[in-house]
């Protein structure tokens, strides 16, 4: 991902760089029953991540108008 939009999702979201819990859980992985991941919007991206301890490891950055699920899946089988 190009810097710029790193430095834009830095400023804006400094809350929940301090708070990561504070993201909501990502609805398409709740209705799996996978409650390990948390997303933040950053219009019109959909930032999914995982926190262990004090670390936030950041999983997808996706266009939120895009189907996560589709997404997901297609992640999954290309691997």
């Not at 992985?29 to 019109?44: D, H, N, Q, S, V």
């Not at 959909?46 to 992640?75: E, N, P, S, T």
Request: contains cysteine.
């Amino acid at each position: 991902m190009p810097a710029r939009y790193c430095q834009g999702f830095r400023s804006p979201h400094s809350k929940s760089r301090l708070i990561p819990q504070r993201g909501a859980y990502t609805r398409e992985l709740l209705a799996l029953g996978i409650r390990e991941y948390r997303e933040i919007f950053f219009k019109p991206y959909r930032i999914i991540y995982r926190v262990v301890g004090k670390r936030v490891y950041v999983f997808l950055i996706a266009d939120g108008r895009r189907d996560l699920q589709k997404v997901l899946q297609q992640r999954l089988l290309n691997g």
